[in-house]
Every structure is written in structure tokens, then in C-alpha cells.
């Protein structure tokens, strides 16, 4: 069982800057996915960044080159770093977290992250971007 509890939500204006922290406790796993979504009011919940074994990451089409996703050395960590923020980036952000099955290779790790539905998530923090 993974529990994960975010926070650094806030208020911003465009162009700022805001850093998510997402706490995560439970059993350390060598292999793992962990990702931060989002979800605006009346849209669907969509993926903005994701993180796996070996530190791969992959980003949204829309946050590429402004969001920046990590951990701590422990793992037990993970931030997303904010930058350049737009109005369209207001949303309800989740941090989410999932382990891969052992039928998936290492090797498939980064593709079964980006299209797996997460199996652990947390109750989110809101980021609001003004204009």
C-alpha cells in the first residue's frame, strides 16, 4: 500500500513560479511509476508528468520545457517545479503512483507508465494561475 499526501499548492501569477511536494510512505519499490495530473473544472483529468525506474521522465505537449519533475535520493519525494505559469494551468493537481506488474520488463517500464490508469493517488492541492 502507497499513501501520497501533496502540498505547495497556492495562488500565483502568470509568469510565477510554484513547487508541488508530494510525500510518499509506504514500502520502497525498486520498480515504479509516479506522476503528477491535473484536472480543471469541467475538463477530464489529463497527465502532466511522469517519472520511473532509472529516473525517465516524460512531460505533456503543454508543460514541456516550463515543468520539471523529480524526486529526493530516497524516493520517498517527489516535486513537481512549476515555471512560466500560464492561466490554463489552473487546475486541482494529483500525485499519483503505481507498480508495475512482474510480467512488464524494465525495459517497457517508461511506455507501461505513461498509458497505465494509476492504482495509488493522493487528495491533491490546488493551483491557481491569475492573468
Known amino acids: 500500500q502507497v499513501q501520497l499526501v501533496e502540498s505547495g499548492g497556492g495562488s500565483v501569477q502568470a509568469g510565477g513560479s510554484l513547487r508541488l511536494s508530494c510525500a510518499a510512505s509506504?514500502?520502497?519499490?525498486?520498480?515504479?511509476?509516479m506522476g503528477w495530473f491535473r484536472q480543471a473544472p469541467g475538463k477530464e483529468r489529463e497527465g502532466v508528468a511522469r517519472?520511473?525506474?532509472?529516473?525517465?521522465?516524460r512531460y505533456a505537449d503543454s508543460v514541456k520545457g516550463r515543468f520539471t519533475i523529480s524526486q529526493d535520493n530516497a524516493k520517498t519525494t517527489l516535486y513537481l517545479q512549476m515555471n512560466s505559469l500560464k492561466p490554463e494551468d489552473t487546475a486541482m493537481y494529483y500525485c499519483?503512483?503505481?507498480?508495475?506488474?512482474?510480467?512488464?520488463?524494465?525495459?517497457?517500464?517508461?511506455?507501461?507508465?505513461?498509458?497505465?490508469?494509476?492504482?495509488?493517488w493522493g487528495q491533491g492541492a490546488q493551483v491557481t494561475v491569475s492573468s
Open positions: 517519472i520511473s525506474t532509472f529516473g525517465y521522465t
Open positions: 499519483a503512483a503505481d507498480l508495475p506488474p512482474s510480467y512488464i520488463s524494465d525495459f517497457e517500464i517508461p511506455n507501461y507508465c505513461w498509458s497505465t490508469q494509476y492504482k495509488y
Open positions: 509506504g514500502t520502497t519499490y525498486r520498480r515504479y511509476c
